[in-house]
């Protein structure tokens, strides 16, 4: 595995060596290990969660590979991942195309609570990889919640965030894992739905409905720029870090004091005129850069033409606009910027979704 190389500043250079290893290896209890009452349900759980839009981490250089946190905001839109999950007398069974992610998850719960059966496990992504969506914390969340109710519910919702974030990975080529990067923004608003802000150590800070009665529209703009892999490392612990070291005051500052109070009264206008403040403020402002200046170009073009809210999710390329105006008047709007509408939906209120079905 590589070695990258970490600069918060003049004097601050560190060497970060990513470590793969097998899938259940390096298992993360978060002191969650003890004698749980289980009660395997008798049926297949299936859960339906919510993707997520990133808006922004608040601080980077409170989180890394191996450290999960650094707080941010992010909401839940209406593109779903789906898992069925069934107890079995042994074994592990996942029909899924990134079955390590999976693997390694599925053996830290059941060391965490002590479950010595099988599980046969069939997981399906929103299709959307790599382009900011969250298909890979969507889908692990999904998987987290059926292994839960299949085996009794032994874990709050809070404490399998807290595991599934401890325990977060991307595969490898070679089809090992490596700790990946995780604030717990994607788990949270697809637990609950609505926007979610968190703070530093996968902490739930505040949960709120957003923009009900309006639509959200997914742009996604090309760009040959990787945000995945060492392209995503890199753009993380350099540039970003520095950023955050000079703004990270100012996203908080803008998020307790103009944000939530905007959420707390449904002020869609006002929300957007503070994303698009953060749109330019520390790490964001390096994510977008990642792609080139033309993602601000887009987005300035959006926000010129009066839609309320316009931002890029995660490390992008994707850019998600919430209006209350028709779907016909935004895809024109988006044409004349030269962009087309990708996914029209909705934010998602409500959260994930289980329910058990029934052997027959």
């Given amino acids: 595995m590589p070695i990258m190389k970490i600069r918060g500043g003049d004097l601050d250079l560190v060497e970060y060596e990513f470590t793969s290893f097998s899938p259940g290896e390096h298992i993360r209890p978060c002191g969650l290990q003890k004698d749980y009452p289980l009660a395997p349900v008798a049926g297949t ?9 990133h808006l922004t981490v608040l601080d980077m250089n409170r989180f890394s590979p191996d450290h999960p946190g650094g707080g941010g905001i992010g909401f839940a839109i209406g593109v779903y991942c789906t898992a069925e999950v069934t107890c079995t007398a042994s074994g592990i069974e ?9 693997r390694h998850f599925v053996e830290a719960f059941r060391q965490v609570v002590g479950y010595e059966g099988g599980f046969k496990i069939s997981a399906r992504d929103h299709m959307y990889e790599h382009v900011g969506l969250g298909s890979t914390s969507t889908i692990l969340i999904a998987v987290a919640n059926a ?22 990975v ?28 968190m703070g530093d150590e996968l902490t739930l800070v505040y949960r709120h409905a957003f923009a009900e009665g309006k639509r959200v529209y997914i742009a996604i ?17 350099n540039k970003a870090r ?9 996203k908080s500052y803008l998020i307790l004091m103009d944000l939530i109070p905007a959420l707390e009264r449904g002020d869609l206008e006002k929300i957007g005129d503070v994303i698009w403040e953060i749109e330019f403020r520390g790490s964001k402002r390096a994510e977008v850069e990642h792609h080139g200046f033309e993602i601000y170009r887009y987005m300035a073009a959006l926000r010129d033409a009066g839609l309320e809210f316009v931002g890029m999710s995660s490390v992008g ?3 998600a606009v919430i209006t209350g105006r028709p779907e016909e008047e935004v895809a024109a709007i ?27």
């Fill in 45 to 53: 759980v299936v859960v339906r969660a919510p993707a997520r839009i």
């Fill in 94 to 102: 996942i029909d899924y195309s990134r079955e390590p992610i999976l």
């Fill in 147 to 168: 292994l839960n109710t299949a085996v009794g519910s032994p874990l709050t919702s809070d404490q399998l965030r807290l595991l599934l974030g401890s325990n977060f």
């Fill in 170 to 197: 991307e595969e490898t080529d070679a089809g090992n894992v490596a700790f990946g990067f995780e604030t717990g923004v994607g788990p949270a608003a697809s637990t609950h739905g609505g926007m979610a802000v």
């Fill in 221 to 237: 703009p090309t760009s040959d720029v990787s945000s995945a892999g060492e392209k995503e490392f890199d753009l993380l612990m």
């Fill in 242 to 250: 520095t950023l955050d070291y000079r703004d990270r005051e100012l």
């Fill in 317 to 319: 390329p994707s850019i």
């Fill in 334 to 360: 988006l044409a004349k910027a030269g962009l087309r509408v990708a996914i029209a939906t909705k934010v998602d209120n409500e959260g994930l979704k289980i329910r058990v079905e029934e052997r027959a």
